[in-house]
């Protein structure tokens, strides 16, 4: 099968990581990057323009777009093409009404749309999607990169605690502050916006708080550094975060449950979900669970066997495979419903 994926940026990890999957697995797969920024509706029309000049003269079988500036080209484009768009629902916690509106259009107008979690189930249904274009597949993890077998970063202190933040979110005073009463505890965070640092100097903790650039290349390593990673909706993919946490052997602790995090981190087995969010109580979870060495292996171990027993890019692969032969079918059913339309005599 001949596949499109579509993303909002050229190096999108886990979308570069499906698009090797789906290859390994016998398909054909070219992946875009529909970007926008600055001049948003100038530059959408040129995406659109370039996408459906590509495949007009080339084609895909399926088109699969995981962002929602990049899945509105990509509709856009495809739609008068009769090529069948499935979406990858993005969650909608902290979404400001305009995108929200925008996400509900695209999921309404796709072929198929993908929920990464049985939690957005009932969003998509409010939204007017039917139930039977609606399935739900993970992200995946590939478990010869994210491994708890590995190298680990260098820690600077007895403790690390690790969290992955997206640029324009703002990552939560209480869980900076947590580590002015966990003296032997440093908080590593991925990415992440500069007001961490403004942060962390202004609670007198800057020594204690390191922000890096979470390259996929040094990040099993990184993780695999942690004694706990915290997961939270300052991430725009939380439950992706907490995958390759727990394939790397680390017990995982969420502040939400939204973002995919019920579904892949069952509590108390591979980890705590959700932590509460006073800073009182986030400290007290993660002091005991620092405290408790053995409670921490039990979830590693726990986590691990989850993930290749669920999650990895094989069988998210084999499960996206079975959503692309639906959608393309839609599209053959309809081209013989209109064939068999067309011969009726009125």
Request: glycine share 6%; proline share 6%.
């Amino acid at each position: 099968m001949r596949i499109a994926l579509v993303t909002r940026v050229d190096q999108d990890p886990p979308v570069v990581d499906l698009a090797g999957a789906l290859t390994t697995a016998g398909h054909e797969v070219d992946v875009h990057a529909a970007g926008t920024g600055g001049s948003r509706a100038s530059e959408l029309d040129a995406v659109v323009s370039a996408l459906r000049d590509r495949w007009t003269a080339d084609p895909p079988d399926v088109v699969h777009t995981h962002r929602r500036t990049s899945g509105l080209a990509a509709l856009l484009a495809a739609r008068p093409l009769g090529i069948p768009v499935v979406h990858t629902h993005q969650d909608m916690a902290n979404t400001p009404a305009a995108l929200a509106n925008m996400e509900r259009a695209i999921c309404r107008s796709t072929t198929r749309v993908v929920a990464t979690s049985a939690a957005d189930l009932p969003v998509l249904v409010r939204f007017g999607v039917r139930r039977s274009r609606i399935a739900v597949v993970p992200y995946g993890v590939d478990p010869a990169r994210f491994t708890p077998e590995g190298p680990r970063a260098v820690q600077r202190s007895p403790f690390r605690l690790l969290t992955a933040a997206s640029a324009w979110a703002e990552v939560p005073e209480a869980l900076v502050a947590a580590v002015r009463t966990l003296p032997d505890v440093e908080l590593v965070v991925l990415d992440g916006p500069p007001s961490v640092d403004e942060t962390a100097a202004r609670l007198g903790v800057a020594d204690q708080v390191t922000r890096v650039a979470g390259h996929t290349g040094e990040l099993p390593s990184l993780l695999r550094s942690a004694d706990i990673v915290v997961c939270g909706p300052w991430h725009d993919r939380p439950s992706v975060l907490a995958l390759r946490a727990m394939a790397c052997g680390v017990a995982v602790v969420g502040t939400t449950s939204a973002g995919g995090l019920s579904d892949v981190v069952v509590h108390g087995v591979t980890g705590l979900l959700p932590a509460q969010r006073a800073r009182t109580g986030l400290v007290r979870v993660l002091r005991a669970l620092l405290t408790d060495h053995g409670r921490r292996e039990a979830y590693a171990v726990a986590g691990a066997d989850r993930v290749l027993a669920r999650y990895t890019l094989d069988h998210v692969a084999a499960q996206l495979t079975d959503v692309y032969t639906a959608a393309t079918d839609d599209r053959a059913d309809r081209r013989v419903a209109a064939v068999e339309l067309s011969a009726v005599d009125v």
